[in-house]
């Protein structure tokens, strides 16, 4: 049976609020196809997927205008549990999804739901499992996965529900390079040994694209581009909304034809169009400040969570004032281990660690957090008030800061994060890219000497990533010292001036960043995926392009200039 | 620290849920019948072994001595209060006063009830340490509608022989029982009630809490991992924040627990949520009362094996209780004294 999905002028407004999220939408997706959903946070891409699984209008509340249809199926008349036969959701994070203790549990929980007789489901389970690659981790406990194998382990789940339509919510947004590459193999292994129908919401366009038949592009609720992927692609780039990837973007400003998506086939159409010739001019970003003071010594550090098994071995560090670095490895390589020392959330099982001179062992971590501001990933474990500006001054008042400074101090904070407007607004009104930005304000309102950030850009779109390392860049200008644990080599290569990596608790490289982008095996060994414009700078190292660039301006005045050179002859 | 379930091979481990639960109410009914401390100690004793063949001899240690201070108190009062009226002399606590006499009959009931709690804890810790909640969960599920007459009649005769053998006393004394003078008829009157009472306990306790229930309690298991990991990183956060969460002052306390509570509380809302959107994606609702289980529940030998054991010593601690000689080791103590 073909389950076709059509919406017919589809609007839907949230029962607590006056703005559509979605509007006037009329879409036709047919069975078997592979559409990519994207779009800037908030432009209702998650509300769209809701309405295909009939969240919306049988879970969330609201006004839902026009007609949902799943094949033969109107979304209004049939409940959840019913279209979960047809249609497997699959979220952005995998472990608010995991409900059981066991991943066998967790696979078969749709099938008993749905009364498969046992032997079935355990054939199913089985089935699931081996299609996933998760074979032997049947009783293993979901939460003690890694990110790639909890959604994998959510899209087995999935898949022993024999769903006939795979809704993928930003599948990949909270994975390492690894697991993002395991995920985005499977998507393509069930989409087309089973010809299943996939949508997908995702940001990361350069690892999407080459899967996907079709491109809906949404913003303020619409659909505002549609077609095949050439076809979006060549209509170009919407300001805020729409942004090609790279490659496709140089491809486009030297003026190939062709829509390539990786570094390597941008090389090969090059080379057939033109006669390249030598770069000229070569740029030069100098990075960061100079060094200062030691901030933090970290000296021969182990520690071990239970006896015989150390998460940290023998680290050596020093971090000295106005440092910008990037802490990156694979998922349980002890990253977080390592920051809990820096705040004293963890204490050393073997060697010191000394934040500005003082020793962790002794002082609390509520003195150390003078001294050093730490902003977690999930802003809602650090938000304690109902109010920004409760939640700004609760920091000061914890640290005995004088009232008369509180307002100088707030609106300082709230400047730097571009968040001013909200300074009386509720913490429940804002997004999730809001709520990091006033995590942030409300450490950055203590004024620390150092900054310790994980992984700040989870979930947010490109146009919010690059705006909150802008902010932290300008924070590094001014002296703050950073330490920002990520996965996004991209940004980081632009950003940071010195990477340390660390692999099963062990420093495997610590030096300027530019060293570790031209160690392609280290980087491959910690899951590290080069920048795009790294990897195509690399291909066109011999024409006299820098091998570490990282910048989109300097890879497209090289390849003008190489382009130019041809022109000259 | 938190009782969990332990992976591991034993003999316990291997053993139906069900069992495992029986172990626990049984155990609960035998330190309820037995008050002999020889065989309390044996019942101990034997739980004792099984637990440490199950899982880490210290931390089974290390539970236990948390509550040997409490027990010993319980015990002490049994010493000090519990003195029957023909009881054995042997001293007065407070000597000048004549006041709290102790009794041979309360040292030994003393150490009856201090093997009797702790038998009742161990079997708890057993019951959690080696069985996984979700099993837990659903041994107390309705699962499956379709069970054997033979076993359902077999169920209903070994408790309406357990009833029968508590209720004895009502047809064997002169009185008349339900108006009833003549022995043989009253016993099986007796016999008939214990039957119908153990028919309707059967359907009452048979039939398991519905599988809305009996889901929410298996996701409620599976949950409480990831809360106390929440509950951990929030703590962390704030303490990272420069907010003293333990402060000596006890106001200080109370201000820093409403500043943790808010983003548990929020924390634990939006959990919920997510596990409600997560399982009606799966189809929770698609019909609820035909939903299926891939867990088997099997009885095997070594299962058949326990439950014949813990029916043996329960009816055996009635019929012991029955002819009077409930307290053996106190009837040999007492002949030895006089």
């Keep these: 049976m073909e389950y076709d999905i059509k919406f017919d002028q589809v609007s839907f407004r949230y029962a607590d609020s006056d703005a559509a999220v979605l509007q006037d939408i009329n879409l036709e997706i047919n069975s078997g196809q592979i559409v990519l959903i994207t779009g800037p946070a908030g432009s209702g891409k998650t509300t769209l997927c809701s309405c295909i699984n009939g969240l919306i209008p049988h879970y969330h509340e609201g006004n839902l205008e026009g007609k949902v249809t799943i094949g033969k199926y109107d979304t209004k008349n049939i ?28 696979v078969a929980f749709g099938p008993e739901n749905f009364g498969v007789p046992r032997e079935k489901i355990n054939k199913r389970v089985a089935k699931a499992l081996k299609a996933t690659r998760m074979t032997g981790y049947e009783e293993r406990e979901p939460h003690t996965l890694s990110g790639g194998e909890q959604q994998s382990c959510v899209i087995a789940a999935t898949y022993s529900m024999h769903p006939e339509i795979y809704v993928l919510d930003e599948p990949l947004a909270n994975l390492d390079p690894q697991g993002r590459a395991k995920v985005l193999e499977l998507v393509k292994d069930i989409a087309q040994e089973f010809g299943k129908t996939m949508i997908i919401v995702e940001h990361a366009l350069e690892e999407i694209l080459p899967y996907v038949d079709r491109v809906v592009v949404m913003d303020k609720g619409r659909i505002v581009r549609d077609g095949t992927v050439e076809e979006v692609l060549r209509a170009g780039d919407i300001k805020n909304v729409f942004k090609r990837p790279d490659i496709t973007r140089l491809a486009q400003a030297i003026g190939l034809p062709g829509f390539p998506l990786q570094p390597e086939k941008l090389v090969e159409e090059l080379q057939e169009k033109y006669k ?53 490895g694979r998922n349980g390589a002890g990253k977080t281990t390592l920051v809990s020392h820096i705040i004293g959330l963890l204490k050393p099982s073997q060697g010191k660690v000394l934040v500005v001179g003082q020793d962790t062992i002794n002082t609390p971590t509520h003195i150390l957090a003078r001294h050093v501001g730490f902003c977690f990933q999930n802003p809602n474990h650090q938000i304690v008030s109902f109010t920004i500006q409760d939640e700004m001054k609760f920091g000061l008042k914890a640290h005995g800061i004088d009232e008369s400074e509180y307002p100088e101090r707030i609106d300082k904070a709230l400047r730097i994060v571009n968040m001013e407007e909200y300074a009386n607004a509720e913490v429940f009104d804002l997004g999730k890219g809001q709520k990091q930005r006033i995590a942030f304000a409300s450490v950055l309102t203590l004024e620390p000497e150092m900054l310790v950030i994980d992984e700040p850009t989870t979930g947010q779109d490109p146009e919010m990533a690059k705006e909150i390392f802008e902010i932290i860049k300008k924070l590094n200008q001014n ?25 099963h608790g062990r420093v495997k490289f610590d030096g300027p960043i530019d060293d570790l982008l031209k160690d392609e095996p280290l980087m491959q060994e910690n899951s590290l995926e080069l920048p795009h414009i790294t990897r195509l700078a690399k291909q066109l190292s011999p024409y006299g392009v820098p091998a570490d660039t990282v910048f989109f301006e300097d890879m497209e005045k090289y390849l003008q200039q190489m382009v130019e050179v041809r022109h000259g002859n | 620290m938190a009782i969990e379930y332990k992976k591991g091979n034993s003999f316990l481990h291997n053993l139906d849920a069900r069992t495992k639960l029986m172990i626990f109410v049984g155990g609960t009914v035998i330190a309820m019948i037995i008050i002999d401390p020889i065989l309390m100690g ?18 089974l240690n290390n539970n236990l001595k948390v509550l040997v201070v409490i027990f010993l108190t319980f015990s002490l009062f049994q010493v000090l209060w519990f003195t029957p009226k023909d009881s054995y002399f042997l001293f007065y606590l407070i000597p000048w006063k004549n006041w709290i006499p102790v009794t041979v009959q309360g040292l030994i009931r003393g150490v009856a009830v201090f093997f009797r709690f702790f038998s ?47 209720a004895l006393p009502y047809a064997t004394d002169t009185g008349a029982f339900l108006g009833i003078q003549q022995t043989g008829l009253k016993l099986a009157a007796l016999g008939a009630a214990c039957l119908a009472f153990a028919w309707i306990v059967f359907k009452v306790l048979g039939r398991g809490l519905p599988a809305e229930m009996g889901v929410a309690l298996m996701l409620g298991f599976a949950t409480v991992g990831i809360m106390a990991k929440q509950t951990e990183q929030i703590t962390n956060a704030q303490k990272a924040r420069g907010y003293d969460v333990q402060p000596k002052n006890l106001i200080a306390r109370v201000k820093v627990l409403t500043a943790l509570l808010i983003p548990i509380f929020l924390a634990t809302m939006q959990r919920s949520q997510d596990i409600s959107i997560a399982i009606l994606s799966r189809g929770f609702d698609y019909n609820i009362s035909e939903r299926t289980y891939r867990r088997e529940f099997t009885f095997h030998r070594q ?36």
């Excluded at chain 1, 182990?302 to 990156?328: C, K, P, R, W």
């Excluded at chain 2, 044996?42 to 931390?59: M, P, V």
């Excluded at chain 2, 509608?145 to 169920?155: E, H, I, M, Y």
């Excluded at chain 2, 058949?304 to 409930?326: E, H, K, Q, T």
């Design chain 2, 303 to 338: 299962d058949y094996l326990v439950l014949a054991v813990l029916l043996f010593v329960i009816v055996g601690g009635l019929l012991l209780d029955r002819m009077g000689i409930s307290n053996p080791t106190e009837t040999i103590i007492m002949g030895w004294i006089q």
């Design chain 1, 79 to 106: 409940r959840v549990g019913g279209l979960a036969s047809i249609v497997g959701m699959v979220f952005q994070d995998p472990e608010s999804q995991l409900v059981t203790n066991s991943v066998a549990d967790e």
């Design chain 1, 479 to 503: 002296g703050t010292t950073v330490l920002l644990i990520t996965h996004n080599v991209d940004y980081a290569a632009m950003y940071a001036k010195r990477a340390i990596v660390l692999n």
């Design chain 2, 42 to 59: 044996i019942l101990f004793l034997t739980l004792y072994f099984l637990g440490r063949n199950a899982i880490d001899k210290d931390l």
């Design chain 2, 120 to 166: 009742v804890v161990l079997a708890v810790h057993l019951m959690l340490y080696t069985t996984p909640p979700v099993e837990l969960a659903l041994t107390i599920t309705e699962r499956d509608k379709k069970r054997t007459l033979q076993t359902s009649l077999a169920v209903i005769l070994l408790l309406g022989v357990v009833f029968f053998i508590t």
């Design chain 1, 276 to 328: 390249l010739g030598k770069v000229k001019e070569v740029f030069d970003h100098p990075r960061g400040n100079g060094l200062g003071a030691p901030v933090i010594e970290l000296d021969n550090v182990s520690h071990s969570y239970e006896a015989g098994v150390n998460a940290l071995y023998d680290v050596n560090l020093t971090i000295h004032q106005g440092e910008f670095i990037a802490l990156m």
